[in-house]
């Protein structure tokens, strides 16, 4: 090694090694379980007997039950940064790239199974994964608002008001949700092209001065 070159990272062997593969599998198993019966539903007993150990051994890497979910919705963060949009896009460009999440979702059923589970049933204030939802919504659509504020202030779409803007981004969001629901249901919806169809549907209005 020469001088000042970067130290490399330690490789896991052995236990560590199997420990980190079994607590992935876990992980995994969980977030199958929780988007079929839900959090209340799906329990450790059935998690730890679809990866093949005891709920023992199971509570043993995370603790809980909230701290599996913790471990859950980690890793569903980790999965999705894949649908976060370039961050050189700004304006109706950034807007236009909201359509890559529906093909995004078509390749990652389970991902999105997983959120619309989680996201119905965080409507109880006591659920362990409300905060975690209400921050991926309000983050979603604060950005969503950003880029239409941009688009407006860049002059590429028609004057709209604060208050327009953001009943705008909450019903963008309210549609694609709605839409990814019966794609779920139905595999005959077509998610890409309904969302496209609204986004285009949209934009038109914008640029004609005609928001909600």
């Not at 913790?70 to 460009?93: C, F, I, K, N």
């Not at 880029?147 to 953001?166: C, F, H, K, S």
């Amino acid at each position: 090694m020469t001088e000042g070159s970067p130290t490399p990272a330690p490789v896991a062997r052995g236990p560590y090694r199997t420990g980190i593969r079994r607590r992935e599998q876990i992980v995994a198993r969980a977030a199958e379980v929780f988007a079929e019966f839900g959090y209340a539903g799906g329990s450790i007993r059935v998690i730890a007997a679809r990866v093949g150990i005891a709920p023992a051994s199971l509570l043993q890497h995370f603790g809980s039950k909230e701290g599996l979910l913790e471990a859950v919705l980690e890793d569903w963060t980790r999965q999705t940064e894949a649908q976060r949009l370039p961050s050189d896009l700004h304006g109706l460009a950034a807007l236009e790239s909201f359509r890559s999440v529906t093909r995004f979702h078509l390749e990652h059923r389970g991902l999105l199974e997983l959120f619309l589970t989680m996201a119905a049933e965080a409507s109880s204030a006591t659920h362990p994964a409300r905060v975690f939802i209400q921050r991926r919504y309000a983050d979603g659509i604060a950005r969503q608002q950003l880029y239409l504020r941009e688009a407006r202030d860049l002059g590429e779409v028609g004057p709209m008001t604060d208050e327009q803007i953001e009943a705008e981004a909450s019903m963008s969001f309210a549609i694609l949700d709605g839409l990814e629901l019966q794609w779920l249901l139905d595999a005959r919806v077509d998610l890409v092209g309904l969302f496209d169809t609204y986004l285009d549907a949209a934009i038109s209005r914008w640029r004609a001065g005609r928001p909600l």
